[in-house]
T-cell receptor, first 113, second 114 residues
Framework: DSGVTQTPKHLITATGQRVTLRCSPRSGDLSVYWYQQSLDQGLQFLIQYYNGEERAKGNILERFSAQQFPDLHSELNLSSLELGDSALYFC????????????FGPGTRLLVL | AQKITQTQPGMFVQEKEAVTLDCTYDTSDQSYGLFWYKQPSSGEMIFLIYQGSYDEQNATEGRYSLNFQKARKSANLVISASQLGDSAMYFCAMRESEGNQFYFGTGTSLTVIP
């Protein structure tokens, strides 16, 4: 158990819908990262937050948005969902001053029908 | 051009033997980090090892070591004394300091044979 929690574990929804994925980092970790893993695109970095502020942005679509709240949990919002958004979405956290070490959550498996 | 290249889609190794998983990278940054992750069939992602571009020594973490050859832009993962539980997908990744972007390879599937 990495100490990073993600909810829900599985999500099935329809095209055009909006979903919110939630991530709680390990206690004390200030950085949160979001990744997408799909059969088509492989593993992709989406976005990173550090202590509530956006730190880096990767291949995140405009239909997607994220934020990190004062209690350090993070949410990834996916809207106008398309079939191609079906993927495993990982969240990871890292301790302050040790950004080279990432602890991954179990992932949220999203299926868009 | 691909930022991270893993040329071995699948590898087999005998239990207790050592195995090297290849990774080459492409960057013009002077400061960057290289990572290896393991993803068992259960799906979770596990961080294994990290090497900074300015680190002079090769990184080691238990049975894992990273063979860092900067001039060749390679960051191969060496697993010593393979165990059945090492069977998994292995991903190489790079983080560039410029923009803090992460890039992943396509992965190598490792099967350890008893």
């Amino acid at each position: 158990d990495s100490g990073v929690t993600q909810t829900p574990k599985h999500l099935i929804t329809a095209t055009g819908q909006r979903v919110t994925l939630r991530c709680s980092p390990r206690s004390g970790d200030l950085s949160v990262y979001w990744y997408q893993q799909s059969l088509d695109q492989g593993l992709q970095f989406l976005i990173q937050y550090y202590n509530g502020e956006e730190r880096a942005k990767g291949n995140i679509l405009e239909r997607f948005s994220a934020q990190q709240f004062p209690d350090l949990h993070s949410e990834l919002n996916l809207s106008s969902l398309e079939l191609g958004d079906s993927a495993l979405y990982f969240c990871a956290s890292s301790p302050a001053g040790r950004r080279e070490t990432q602890y991954f959550g179990p992932g949220t498996r999203l299926l868009v029908l | 051009a691909q930022k991270i290249t893993q040329t071995q889609p699948g590898m087999f190794v005998q239990e207790k033997e050592a195995v090297t998983l290849d990774c080459t990278y492409d960057t013009s940054d002077q400061s960057y980090g290289l990572f290896w992750y393991k993803q068992p069939s259960s799906g979770e992602m596990i961080f294994l090892i990290y090497q900074g571009s300015y680190d002079e020594q090769n990184a080691t973490e238990g049975r894992y070591s990273l063979n860092f050859q900067k001039a060749r832009k390679s960051a191969n993962l060496v697993i010593s004394a393979s165990q059945l539980g090492d069977s998994a997908m292995y991903f190489c990744a790079m983080r560039e300091s410029e923009g803090n972007q992460f890039y992943f390879g396509t992965g190598t599937s490792l099967t350890v044979i008893p």
